[in-house]
């Protein structure tokens, strides 16, 4: 079975601060890919990051940077100098082989304060 | 354009009332999905529409009917709804390209469903 970790319910920094969120999954699947998602107070998710198993290369964006270690089964994303504007449900999510379900993670909820 | 459209943004129904909700791409794109979120909660699958057939259904009651009429246009009909159907509806779409890799779903604004 496949389940994905998101141990941080909610997190608040203030603005300028750096701000790692944690994901965790399992899965005994040796391929799959991992995404993160963005879900602001409209609702809409916005597609962040898709990372294959194959692929463990780190990725930074402006801001955003994301840390994929197989071995701690871990893709931690950062946010560097985090914005008013970054607040925000997060979802990590996981697809195995090359399935069209994801398995989404709790989620966790950054509150970015002035 | 990673466009996905929704509509109605809300939507509030009586229990006897049948309503659809409608989601639309111009993306080309050739899976398109339905997803239930609860409050503080991550989306559920709940519809898998790949090359207009439904492919996966995760059990979903009856009272929720899907419909794909064509690779754009993605339906989800709704007929005797209970209070705790409440919820946002999102839909998704992906590329479905065959085989080889798993494709990215970009989502829509969603739809707030009331249900009295």
């Known amino acids: 079975a496949q389940k994905v970790t998101q141990a941080q319910t909610e997190i608040s920094v203030v603005e300028k601060e750096d701000v790692t969120l944690d994901c965790v999954y399992e899965?005994?699947?040796?391929?799959?890919?991992l995404f993160w998602y963005k879900q602001p107070p409209s609702g809409e998710l916005v597609f962040l990051i898709r990372?294959?198993?194959?692929?463990?290369q780190n990725e930074i964006s402006g801001r955003y940077s994301w840390n994929f270690q197989k071995s701690t089964s871990s893709f931690n994303f950062t946010i560097t100098a985090s914005q008013v504007v970054d607040s925000a449900v997060y979802f990590c999510a996981l697809s195995v082989g090359y399935g069209q379900n994801f398995v989404f993670g709790p989620g966790t909820r950054l509150s970015v304060l002035p | 354009d990673t466009e996905v459209t929704q509509t109605p943004k809300h939507l509030v129904m009586g229990m006897t009332n049948k309503k659809s909700l409608k989601c639309e791409q111009h993306m080309g794109h050739r899976a398109m999905y339905w997803y239930k979120q609860k409050a503080k909660k991550p989306p559920e699958l709940m519809f898998v529409?790949?090359?207009?057939?439904?492919?996966i259904n995760e059990s979903v009651p009856s009272r929720f009917s899907p419909e794909c009429p064509n690779s754009s246009l993605l339906n989800l009909h709704l007929h005797a709804l209970q209070p705790e159907d409440s919820a946002l509806y999102l839909c998704?779409?992906?590329?479905?390209?065959?085989?080889?890799?798993?494709?990215?779903?970009?989502f829509g604004p969603g739809t707030r469903l009331t249900v009295l």
């Open positions: 529409y790949s090359y207009e057939k439904l492919s």
């Open positions: 990372r294959n198993s194959f692929d463990e």
């Open positions: 998704a779409s992906s590329l479905k390209v065959s085989g080889g890799t798993t494709d990215t779903q970009y």
């Open positions: 899965t005994r699947d040796t391929t799959y890919y």
